[in-house]
Antibody, heavy 124, light 110 residues
Framework: QVTLRESGPALVKPTQTLTLTCTFS??????????VSWIRQPPGKALEWLAL???????YYSTSLKTRLTISKDTSKNQVVLTMTNMDPVDTATYYC????????????????WGQGTLVTVSS | QSVLTQPPSVSAAPGQKVTISCSGS????????VSWYQQLPGTAPKLLIY???KRPSGIPDRFSGSKSGTSATLGITGLQTGDEADYYC???????????FGGGTKLTVL
């Protein structure tokens, strides 16, 4: 049974760095083809993809947020960590982690399992 | 401004059929598989369709997907009130080396 769970602070101040952890079970990120991704959703708005990391430690980032994001994995702990620097009120959103299947050497893939999400509010 | 374009809302009566479009370009839909997600109010998105037209186990055949050129379509037949949700399309963009989503479509079952 595949599960993912996001954890991190519910409230951060502007200019601070956000660190979110995705703890998963039911699969291993050391298995060829496995990937984990972060997606966010501001209140009442659409999904926005942030980053992904694959079994080979390849990393991809949203073009618009690339300079602020870092994704990493700890295979032994079954965790993926996302850091986002210089937080702003517009970054207030529910942050989801999700497993990706179906990726190939040229990209692609789909999100087959999602965590429940964690709401992060940016406010002083 | 989303890379993929979806209508903001669609509506239909219970038992009827509805389609939701998703328009992109050659760098995304035109050369990559499309997936669709259903997001019920207050919940995480759920995979409905992957690889353009495949349904995960447990998804009823009332849901279908198709792709032609740089556009994709989600079809839902036999509408139920429980289908009221936001629906998102997603794919890989080869030029951006990024996942891209549509802006979402709110389905209302009247």
């Amino acid at each position: 049974q595949v599960t993912l769970r996001e954890s991190g602070p519910a409230l951060v101040k502007p200019t601070q760095t956000l660190t979110l952890t995705c703890t998963f079970s039911g699969f291993s990120l050391s298995t060829s083809g496995m990937c984990v991704s972060w997606i966010r959703q501001p209140p009442g708005k659409a999904l926005e993809w942030l980053a992904l990391i694959d079994w080979d430690d390849d990393k991809y980032y949203s073009t618009s947020l690339k300079t602020r994001l870092t994704i990493s994995k700890d295979t032994s702990k079954n965790q993926v960590v996302l850091t986002m620097t210089n937080m702003d009120p517009v970054d207030t959103a529910t942050y989801y982690c999700a497993r990706i299947l179906g990726r190939t050497a040229v990209g692609g893939g789909y999100f087959d399992y999602w965590g429940q999400g964690t709401l992060v509010t940016v406010s002083s | 401004q989303s890379v993929l374009t979806q209508p903001p809302s669609v509506s239909a009566a219970p038992g009827q059929k509805v389609t939701i479009s998703c328009s992109g370009s050659s760098s995304n839909i035109g050369n990559n598989y499309v997936s669709w997600y259903q997001q019920l109010p207050g919940t995480a998105p759920k995979l409905l369709i992957y690889d353009n037209n495949k349904r995960p186990s447990g998804i009823p055949d009332r849901f279908s997907g198709s792709k032609s050129g740089t556009s994709a379509t989600l079809g839902i037949t036999g509408l139920q009130t429980g289908d009221e949700a936001d629906y998102y399309c997603g794919t890989w963009d080869s030029s951006l080396s990024s996942v891209v989503f549509g802006g979402g479509t709110k389905l209302t079952v009247l």
